[in-house]
């Protein structure tokens, strides 16, 4: 390529080509693009002929878009073969043992290599997460024959929620499933399992252990809830995972270490890249120790890269090392743009970087100042960090400066080298180093915690609507560092007000009600501007809830205040997650069917309640009893009189019966909730007659055991002409009701329609 084409801009521009990948409603067909891939080599022909190669450049975009595309292409396809299927495979664990063999609980997932399906080898191995139900846990590096059911990762997609598709598709573990029946073939281990069985017996000594394993191997799968809490109210939750930092730190560690031994060693075989390469190198077996996990991988291809860089001397900046490691990442792995964690480092080094070239420090200098120099750092990092923090967690901590400037020291310098020196003395057999420096990791946490748990922490919440003037920080800092301020400061105004016109009131709806995807489960939140009422709070699983993973991420990023919760019966998958709502919203009313709940309004037949501008109208039960199961569900019409909602829990056959003889005509709704998620006992002729739904909305999970919806329920509904949407398919369902209109959105069809939110493999029964 002429000298003339400048290849940093040539790497942004492929980086620019990669980008579609995040937004992509659908792939393109393989005939699109073979299309687009010739008529980028007739491009290029052309520019090269007419010699006009500044244009050149621009065919990166296409290259990076192409690129990119190709490997979801070609991921999807590998993976599409063995979706929803019974095969016979073999394959190596990957997951390493730490528990002693044995677990308490129930099942655990855990992830294998297949190398072979039906007895076929495949050209590379496939990595599938499998539900582990034997107690006996297996080691990593044994082959296993496994006869499983395979699934796919479907998420719950929710406002505010973790897209667990994306995630999975980003680390290429999209295929999952449960196992059949398994034979071990080979019973051996590998290195990293090795390691792991010789420090097993010493770590698990320690009470802080979880810790231990998730900065020494990567694996967080130990940490328990009450520090996962107060890592994540203080902000330094990021120390816990291995990331560029931890990467870094240890090969800063190991090349001082080199520098120390080189007094040792004779003048004549000193050399300055010793220190260098023996960092790379111990960094290197750091993160193959920590599984060679996404971050740690993007950190040593990062540090390889500035190596080789440096040993070529090439004299480039800051930014154009940023810019082409990003462009080689991306080359080596396109999924990476798919990645929370790609887009957290990436741009936690570029403030960095801006932090160093706008703002370096020209005063406290000295030694005794590096406290004050530790929190203008702070300080600048948390300004430049909010808009991206936001976006990812939705809010900030009200301490995390302080957390993280007591916390960033400790485990930087304290714990995390004790731990690392563990495992090299362990590998030495030297015994009672092991326990020493397990004894100063521990006690270093120990007085963390202390402090940590003393400091009264507030989670920030933010709605979406203000993310966008979360940015002012970066302007703010520009404008300063500039003196803007001084010349332009209508323009400065200007900009001001365009930030903040989000956050203006548009056309609003009257009211607005949004089934979330909670998988099998219900909830539904009625809203009239920030304020909201739910009916029901979702399932409680073992070691969390839907309350907790979806509802409240959801009632944050839209920043409504909950002021009454409604309780349709007392099965687990709709009132679950009753106590933790309570927990975040004290102040909301209870009613429920139930006397065993300290109810402030009943929810029986002929009661009517007014909330702001809408009228709820309870139909059942006729009678409040000590306990409420599918047949005293809670039915509830709510109405602004001109549209309505019918909310039925999990009515069945008989109450609907009732209530047609009952209330008749009353019955007639906008939309309807599907009772009973669509099972067979529910959803009668009579009772969808007199409702005549113009939508019903249906909550239910993919994988559920009782194939709910039932096929039967829902070609009921086709016969009838009644309109239904499921969560399983279209996720989160939000309707908008305005003064003579209202409109509905699905999140995968409408609000964020994304190739990686399909539903991949095929429609079958179990929707």
Known sequence: MPNSISYDFSCLLFTLGCLPLLFLSVLPSN???????????????FFYLVRQFKFIPLIFIGIGFLWSTHHAQEYLQLVSHYIDKNINIRAEVVSLNSQNN??????????????????????????????WNNKELPFAGQIWDMSVKTKVVHSYLNEGGFDSQRFAIANRKLLTGSIKQAELVENTINARQFIVNLILPYINLFDFSDIFWALAFGDRSHLTQEHKTVMFETGIAHLMAISGMHILLVAYIANRAMRFLQILLPINIISHWQPLILGWFIAV????????????????LALTLWLFFRYKNYQITSWQMINRIIAILLIIDPFMILSESFWLSCYAVVCLTFIAHWFPIKYFRQKRYYLLQLVRLQLL?????????????????????????IAIPIISFITFPAILFMIICDLLHC??????????????????????????SYWITFEHSYYLLSISGWLILIIWRLSLWRYYYITILLMLLILITPTLKRNQPNWQIDMLDVGHGLVVVIRQGKA??????????QNSSAAERI????????GLNVEGIIISHEHNDHIGGLSILQQYYPNAWLISSTQRLNNDYLCKAGEELIWNDLKLLFLWPNDIDNQALNAESCVVKVSDDQF???????????????????????????????????????????????????????????????????????????????????????????IRFYQNDWFITGFRTELKPRWYHDWFGSFTNNR
């Open 102 to 131: 044995f677990i308490e609980e129930s099942s655990k997932n855990i992830t294998f290599n297949i190398t072979h399906v039906n007895q076929k080898a495949i050209d590379y191995p496939l990595p599938i997460v499998l539900i």
């Open 31 to 45: 005939l699109i693009w073979y299309l687009c891939l010739i008529f980028l080599i007739l491009t290029y022909i």
């Open 431 to 456: 015994h009672y180093l092991i326990i020493w420096f397990g004894f100063i990791a521990e006690q270093s946490l120990y007085y963390l915690f202390i402090i940590l748990k003393q400091i009264k």
């Open 644 to 734: 309505s909602l019918l909310l039925t829990g999990d009515l069945e056959r008989q109450q609907e019966e009732q209530l047609v003889l009952k209330y008749r005509k009353l019955l007639f709704s906008t939309i309807l909730q599907i009772p009973h998620h669509g099972s067979n006992t529910s959803s009668s002729y009579a009772f969808l007659n007199y409702v005549k739904p113009t939508v019903s909305l249906g909550s239910v999970s993919r994988y559920n055991p009782w194939k709910l919806p039932s096929n039967k329920v829902l070609q009921r509904y086709q016969t009838l002409n009644l309109n239904y949407k499921l969560t399983s398919i279209t996720g989160q369902i939000s």
């Open 285 to 300: 077996i750091y993160a193959w120790l920590t599984g060679l996990n996404p971050p740690a991988l993007r950190a040593i």
């Open 532 to 541: 909201a009422i739910l009916y029901d709070t979702g399932a409680k699983w």
């Open 381 to 405: 990092l948390t300004l430049l960090l909010l808009p991206i923090q936001l976006l990812i967690f939705n809010g900030i901590s009200s301490v995390s400066i302080v957390a993280n400037l």
């Open 551 to 558: 509802v409240i991420p959801f009632l944050r990023w839209h």
